[in-house]
């Protein structure tokens, strides 16, 4: 009988998420830089930084400075903020707040609304995507440009019963 393998079925898709994560936690990084923090060869850096910088995720950032011993200067890369956004909504009792964001959390714009109608379920619910139509309008972002629209409300909330 053959042994089974111990890694994960979707190894590439945990490496890939290893690799942005770091990058979120650093302006800049080299793939150097990056293969020796989470241990993995800098062959298979490199490869997951073409994937993501040939999917938009991440940007070149030119060259960093070579070592003291000298040699090649290593390219550097970061998180391409604006490849997509996020929409924060926080629906209160009283009024909506919605915030967008660049991928890395930083706030673009942020704005508040009010219901029209806070009794009504259907009408708070129509308010929440009015705020973000509304939101996406004024930074003139398209549906395409959103990775995220996270809800959040105060308390419990029953669908169910629209309470």
């Known amino acids: 009988m053959i042994g089974k393998s111990r890694k994960p079925k979707n190894i590439k898709f945990h490496n890939q998420r290893l690799v942005l994560s770091l990058m979120r936690q650093n302006a800049v990084i080299s793939a150097s830089e990056i293969a020796q923090r989470i241990n ?8 997951i930084l073409a994937v993501l910088q040939e999917n938009g995720l991440i940007k070149s950032m030119g060259k960093g400075s070579s070592t003291d011993e000298g040699g090649k200067k290593p390219e550097l890369f970061a998180i391409n903020e604006s490849y997509k956004h996020v929409i924060a909504i926080y629906a209160g009792p009283d009024f909506i707040q919605a915030a967008v964001t660049d991928l890395n959390c930083r706030v673009i714009s942020h704005h508040n609304y009010r219901y029209k109608a ?3 379920l259907e009408q708070s619910m129509q308010d929440i995507a009015d705020c973000v139509r509304s939101a996406m309008e004024e930074n003139g972002l398209q ?3 959103i990775c995220a629209i996270p809800v959040s409300f105060d308390g419990i909330v029953d669908t169910e019963s629209g309470i």
């Open 118 to 120: 806070p009794e009504s």
């Open 40 to 47: 993995l060869s800098i062959t298979t850096v490199v490869k």
């Open 143 to 145: 549906s395409d440009d």
